[in-house]
Each structure stands twice: as structure tokens, then as C-alpha cells.
């Protein structure tokens, strides 16, 4: 007799928020254009200056079904449903700055003195750098999460890089080199989750957030459309917080820290952060599905040498201006991660701590 096959559950979004939001006026990248040269150079002129002035977009028509993002968030939702003592078993190093594989919820306090309620598993590339186990139910699907995971690249983020290339007059796949999925580097797939509060508990968090403003260490972060209105972006030019709309078939793509060392600081990362949802959500767990891309670890995060910036004036970061030694990335990645997850009593309690000389690690109201 043939053996039946598990299937997974369908996923199904919950509905919108109805609330009047105050939300963010952000730009929208159609990769459909991106086939033809006049497609590219109008995309590079949008794009550059999306990045320039809000640091978040959103990317339509980027040839990834529907129903492979569905599927990613069913094998999200799938495993943290897991008993949290089988969970625990993936649990890396974080004190020392690891992150591939599961981080429990309550490493920090939030608001009022609670224990937070964000849980993460990260998916390293299939590369065969970071070979790692995985429970059952991810070892059974590796397959698939591994085409969803290099779709991304080559779909995604090598458009996205040329486009930030042709920009600031460099050679089209400048940045695509520093990116090849077959080289050593800490991109990961994350499932995320966000786990409801009850009532009682929302009213004893005064900050009304599950983490502070901060900033994501590589290149570009892809988040996949998350109904959930949680997602907060601090305006580059007036420093207010407005909420990031859930774009139906798009995700929303925001800068990081490498971006703005290898640009001078001419591209910003963009300060974000994530707020309780408002309330005709907050009954609901929130589910996220991202990417984080980051270049290879032995890439120098020195300003690059283009036409644009050196017009502009943007020919050093913080390291260079301050006569520091300028890291890589991997050195980069693997201090900001150990800053980030070694416990501690409260976010703020590591605000303002060195990381590296030139750089200290920051979280933002």
C-alpha cells in the first residue's frame, strides 16, 4: 500500500485591521519593468531615491507565487505549534552571538515588566556552509523551504542589488558578486512569531511595543505581507513613527546597516520597530516570514568607490571618519548578533554599548 503523505494545513491570513492608521507613504518597486534597459534605469532613479528618503518599499510582480509564500507560512505556523520542549532543542549559542535555529520567547522585558513574546527560527542558506538538524517536520520540507530560500535571491534580491548598483553609477552586478548564494555569508529564511497578549497584559505595557526602533545588520530585509498592522518606520526626515501598510501581493523591503557602511552613509538603515497591533487585532497571534540578506563574510564594509557618492560627498562611514579598522561582515554579524541576543533585563539596558570601535548598538523611542 502506497504511505500517505502528511499534508500541510492551509494557511489563511486574518482579516485587516479597520482602524484609521496613520500609515507610511511608501514607494513601490514593479520588478515586472525590470526586463527591459528602460525598466532598469527607472527603477534605479525610484528605488535610490525610495532608500534615500524612507528606507522601506514595497516590491510587486516578483515572480513568487502566492501559494509557495502560503506554504512557508503553514511550515511556520506549523512549527511553533511543536511542544516548546522539542523547540529547545535547536537552541544555538546566543550568548555568543549565534542565531541559525530557534531563540524562545522571554530572553528580554518588555513594557511594564513582562517577559517578551517573540519567538524566532532561523534557516540558514543550503549552501552547505551551515549545514545544521532541523525537527522532523522542517527536515521533511527542506526541499521545498530551499527553493522558496534561492528563489529569493535570484528573483529578489539580485534585481533589487543591481537596481541599487546602476544607481550610484557602478558596474550592474557589483553587489549581485558580493551576494552569490554559493558563497559564505549569514543570509537566513526566519519564521517569526509574535504571541498575543491577553487584555489585562496590554494595559501594564506603557510603551505599547514588543521591541524598541532598531536597525537589521545586513544589506536588505524582505518581509513577506503580514496582515497583522504591527510594523512601525521612523521617518528619515521628521523622525515620526508611521505604521506600514500590508500590501496585498507584496513585500516590503527595508535597508540595514551594511547597505549604509558600504554607501558612506549616503543609503541610511532605517530605524523600525514593532508595536502591539491595534485593537480589533490584538486577539490574534502574528506570524511573520523573512529574509535576511547580507553579503559575504570576508567583504571589507568599506565605502565603495562610486561616481555618485564621491559627487555627493559620501566617501566614508563611521569606521573610516573616526580612523577605526573597518570589519567584515562576518566579524560585523557575528558582534551586532551577540549584542542583540545576549540576555538582559530590559532593551534599553544594552542601549549605547560599544559593539566595535566606531559603532555602538542602539535602540530608538
Not at 522558496?148 to 544607481?167: G, M, N, T, Y
Request: aromatic share 10%; with cysteine; proline share 6%.
Amino acid at each position: 500500500m502506497p504511505i500517505a503523505v502528511p499534508q500541510l494545513f492551509q494557511y489563511a491570513h486574518v482579516p485587516e485591521t479597520k482602524e484609521d492608521l496613520d500609515w507610511a507613504d511608501l514607494p513601490t518597486i514593479d520588478l515586472s519593468k525590470f526586463s527591459t534597459p528602460e525598466g532598469k534605469a527607472e527603477l534605479s532613479q525610484i528605488l535610490i531615491e525610495a532608500i534615500r528618503t524612507k528606507g522601506f518599499f514595497y516590491v510587486i510582480n516578483y515572480g513568487i507565487s502566492q501559494e509557495a509564500v502560503d506554504r512557508q507560512f503553514a511550515l511556520g505556523q506549523r512549527f511553533y505549534e511543536l511542544p516548546l520542549k522539542e523547540k529547545n532543542k535547536y537552541i544555538p549559542d546566543l550568548e555568543n552571538g549565534e542565531y541559525n535555529g530557534y531563540r524562545p520567547a522571554g530572553r528580554r522585558v518588555v513594557g511594564g515588566g513582562l517577559p517578551d513574546h517573540v519567538e524566532v527560527y532561523n534557516i540558514p542558506k543550503f549552501n552547505g556552509t551551515r549545514d545544521r538538524d532541523h525537527p522532523e517536520l522542517l527536515k521533511e520540507n527542506l526541499p521545498e523551504i530551499e527553493t522558496f530560500a534561492r528563489s529569493l535571491h535570484d528573483k529578489v534580491l539580485d534585481p533589487l542589488h543591481e537596481l541599487i548598483a546602476l544607481a550610484l553609477e557602478l558596474p550592474a552586478d557589483f553587489f549581485v558578486k558580493q551576494h552569490k548564494y554559493e558563497d559564505i555569508s549569514e543570509d537566513h529564511l526566519r519564521y517569526m512569531k509574535y504571541s498575543k497578549y491577553t487584555p489585562e497584559e496590554i494595559a501594564r505595557i506603557d510603551d505599547g511595543l514588543f521591541t524598541q526602533g532598531h536597525t537589521d545588520l545586513g544589506t536588505l530585509t524582505l518581509l513577506f505581507r503580514q496582515p497583522v498592522a504591527a510594523l512601525q518606520i521612523k521617518d528619515h526626515a521628521t523622525g515620526d513613527w508611521k505604521w506600514a501598510k500590508p500590501l496585498d501581493g507584496s513585500l516590503t523591503v527595508n535597508t540595514c546597516d551594511a547597505l549604509s557602511f558600504l554607501t558612506g552613509n549616503f543609503i541610511k538603515s532605517t530605524v523600525h520597530r514593532v508595536s502591539l497591533p491595534p485593537k480589533d487585532q490584538q486577539h490574534v497571534d502574528r506570524l511573520g516570514l523573512l529574509y535576511f540578506a547580507r553579503p559575504q563574510n570576508d567583504l571589507v564594509l568599506s565605502t565603495v568607490d562610486s561616481p555618485l557618492l564621491k559627487r555627493e560627498g559620501y566617501t566614508q562611514n563611521e569606521f573610516e571618519r573616526g580612523g577605526h579598522r573597518v570589519p567584515t561582515m562576518g566579524e560585523f554579524t557575528q558582534l551586532k548578533q551577540k549584542w542583540q541576543q545576549s540576555k538582559s533585563s530590559t532593551y534599553l539596558a544594552k542601549d549605547g554599548e560599544t559593539i566595535l570601535p566606531g559603532f555602538k548598538g542602539l535602540y530608538h523611542k
